[in-house]
T-cell receptor, first 115, second 116 residues
């Protein structure tokens, strides 16, 4: 069975700073996707970034980038130039390729961006 | 972009009654939809996978007779909480995967259920 672990329940950073959210996962699968989702106070789940396990290059989306270490089963999210609108709950998630499309979520990290 | 809606956004019902929550894919067809439950300040817990035209697949520990799922069309899945009790109060979220279009799932805005 797959598991996703987020070891930081809550974090706070000043606006414009860079912050890194940690995530580790456990799986015996070789083909899978990893995701970071954002859930703001509205509770709407928003896909921030995704990474295909077969790709060695780390995914980047504007101010958001990941550090994907497949051997270590680590998938951290870096937010650069943080903004007040980045305040949200962030979930790391795993999905096996070619399976039942189930997404397994970590417990989340609550991120506060301070003015 | 792909949009998923949920109705109602919030509902209050009395203990013992049933309540239905709808999940619709507005601009795409979804063979598969997923239903999650989220308690305050917790993660999303998958309840069941809804497949169009067939029975839903429930996760271990989820009572299929209590949480009835129907996926009657490629754009609509419903979750009915039967004989609701206060412990069923929660935030319910659905997601939908576009038929034949890879892996991405699109999430609805959620439904807050309060059972009094």
């Amino acid at each position: 069975a797959q598991t996703v672990t987020q070891s930081q329940p809550e974090m706070s950073v000043q606006e414009a700073e860079t912050v890194t959210l940690s995530c580790t996962y456990d799986t015996s699968e070789s083909n899978y996707y990893l995701f970071w989702y954002k859930q703001p106070p509205s509770r709407q789940m928003i896909l921030v970034i995704r990474q295909e396990a077969y790709k060695q290059q780390n995914a980047t989306e504007n101010r958001f980038s990941v550090n994907f270490q497949k051997a270590a089963k680590s998938f951290s999210l870096k937010i650069s130039d943080s903004q007040l609108g980045d305040t949200a709950m962030y979930f790391c998630a795993f999905m096996k390729l070619g399976g039942d499309d189930k997404i397994i979520f970590g417990k989340g990290t609550r991120l506060h961006i301070l003015p | 972009g792909a949009v998923v809606s949920q109705h109602p956004s919030r509902v209050i019902c009395k203990s013992g009654t049933s309540v239905k929550i709808e999940c619709r894919s507005l601009d795409f067809q979804a063979t598969t939809m997923f239903w999650y439950r989220q308690f305050p300040k917790q993660s999303l817990m998958l309840m069941a996978t809804s497949n169009e035209g067939s029975k839903a697949t429930y996760e271990q520990g989820v009572e299929k007779d209590k949480f009835l799922i129907n996926h009657a069309s490629l754009t609509l899945s419903t979750l009915t909480v039967t004989s609701a009790h206060p412990e069923d109060s929660s935030f319910y979220i659905c997601s939908a995967r576009e038929s034949g279009e890879g892996y991405e799932q699109y999430f609805g805005p959620g439904t807050r259920l309060t059972v009094t």
